[in-house]
């Protein structure tokens, strides 16, 4: 039988294994930027960071910049885009940009709900190139996940001091195809899909 988690029991447990980890592998820790000097992330700072990830609602952020007007220019007179759409045209644009800068984070929120009964813990933003983590006895597990295998990671794993490293992500960006049965934890991938993903990310992301 899995440990079954509530949202609650999974954030504290995702809070005590992340530091736990921190204090271990206080080299991993993710640094800040403080009066122009980096420092790594403080115990505190740890569980902050966490907490915040755990309340964050997934919503576009407002767009920060004006199209640019040649593009629409170019588009018209090369490719055909009918001038009376431009600002339609302007607004999928823009539209289409905020949400896919949102679909790293209901990967992760989709992984943390199915995950947090296998043992895995969400490390939010706390350790460097890592989104989970994994201890059994005394050997870590660490996981890296990205939406597209052209956002720099590869699938290859490693194991450096007592640590096993997983990396793996959603899409073959050049194939259109999905990686859902290439996920490095065997029990766990067996209750994801990219259907189950694609109603989780619906149900999840909010407009307003």
Same mark, same amino acid.
């Given at each position: 039988?899995?440990n079954?988690?509530s949202?609650?029991?999974?954030e504290?447990f995702?809070?005590?294994?992340?530091?736990?980890?921190?204090?271990?592998?206080?080299e991993?820790?993710? @640094?800040k +930027?403080?009066? %122009?000097?980096?420092r790594?992330?403080m115990?505190d700072?740890?569980i902050q960071? /966490? #907490? =915040?990830a755990?309340?964050?609602?997934?919503?576009p952020?407002?767009?920060?910049?004006?199209?640019?007007?040649?593009?629409?220019?170019?588009l018209?007179?090369?490719?055909?885009?009918?001038?009376?759409?431009?600002?339609?045209?302007?607004?999928?644009y823009q539209?289409?940009k905020?949400?896919?800068m949102?679909?790293g984070?209901?990967l992760e929120?989709?992984i943390?709900? @199915?995950g +947090?009964?296998? %043992?895995?813990a969400?490390?939010?933003s706390c350790i460097?190139?890592?989104?989970f /983590? #994994? =201890?059994?006895g005394s050997?870590?597990?660490?996981?890296?996940?990205k939406?597209?295998?052209n956002?720099?990671?590869?699938s290859?794993?490693?194991?450096r001091?007592?640590?096993?490293?997983?990396?793996?992500?959603?899409?073959?960006?050049?194939?259109g195809t999905?990686?859902?049965d290439e996920?490095?934890d065997?029990?766990?991938?067996?209750?994801?899909?990219e259907?189950?993903f694609r109603?989780?990310?619906?149900?999840?992301?909010k407009?307003?």
């Amino acid at each position: 039988m899995h440990n079954k988690k509530s949202n609650d029991e999974f954030e504290r447990f995702s809070i005590k294994l992340t530091t736990e980890y921190c204090e271990e592998f206080p080299e991993k820790i993710t @640094k800040k +930027k403080v009066n %122009g000097i980096k420092r790594p992330l403080m115990k505190d700072e740890q569980i902050q960071n /966490i #907490k =915040k990830a755990f309340e964050r609602i997934i919503k576009p952020n407002e767009p920060g910049t004006v199209p640019d007007e040649l593009v629409s220019d170019i588009l018209e007179k090369f490719y055909s885009h009918k001038k009376d759409e431009r600002q339609k045209i302007q607004k999928q644009y823009q539209d289409q940009k905020q949400t896919e800068m949102k679909i790293g984070e209901l990967l992760e929120k989709y992984i943390a709900s @199915k995950g +947090k009964d296998f %043992g895995w813990a969400f490390s939010s933003s706390c350790i460097q190139a890592v989104d989970f /983590i #994994k =201890k059994s006895g005394s050997n870590w597990t660490t996981l890296q996940i990205k939406n597209s295998d052209n956002t720099e990671n590869s699938s290859a794993s490693a194991i450096r001091n007592n640590t096993t490293i997983l990396k793996w992500f959603r899409r073959h960006s050049k194939k259109g195809t999905y990686n859902w049965d290439e996920f490095p934890d065997e029990e766990l991938k067996n209750e994801m899909s990219e259907k189950d993903f694609r109603e989780f990310a619906l149900k999840t992301f909010k407009k307003d």
